[in-house]
């Protein structure tokens, strides 16, 4: 099980800290993902981390902005995000997939994904 929290309204220029914790001891062993639905758009990749050796990838969107981590020990993934913009108002949903070996093409594809959390509410205002 994956859970989501973090989200609220912020002003641009703000930050947030997003937290998905997962309720497995295997955590460490799955990739982790944030993808982000906004209104009347498709869900689409925002950053993931392999869980073989930390490697990260982002949408270019976010680069520089935002920044993904993971505490195994405590078996929760962040998603760090400064300098927002509206256009990053949507709901954000962590995801794992037990992929640990490909590219960014596999992990910015959903259907890499096995299991999902329900979302948390980013909201940014101008």
């Known amino acids: 099980q994956l859970v989501e929290s973090g989200g609220g309204l912020v002003q641009a220029g703000g930050s947030l800290r997003l937290s998905c914790a997962a309720s497995?001891?295997?955590?460490?062993?799955?990739?982790m993902g944030w993808f982000r639905q906004a209104p009347g758009k498709e869900r689409e990749f925002v950053a993931a981390i392999k869980w073989t050796d930390d490697t990260t990838y982002y949408v270019d969107s976010v680069k520089g902005r935002f920044a993904i981590s993971r505490d195994n020990a405590k078996n929760r993934l962040f998603l760090q995000m400064n300098d927002l913009k509206p256009e990053d108002t949507a709901v954000y949903y962590c995801?794992?997939?037990?992929?640990?070996?490909?590219?960014?093409?596999?992990?910015?594809?959903?259907?890499?994904?096995?299991?999902w959390g329900q979302g948390t509410q980013v909201t940014v205002s101008s």
């Open positions: 497995t001891k295997y955590f460490r062993t799955f990739s």
């Open positions: 995801a794992a997939s037990i992929g640990g070996y490909g590219s960014h093409n596999y992990f910015s594809t959903q259907t890499s994904y096995a299991y």
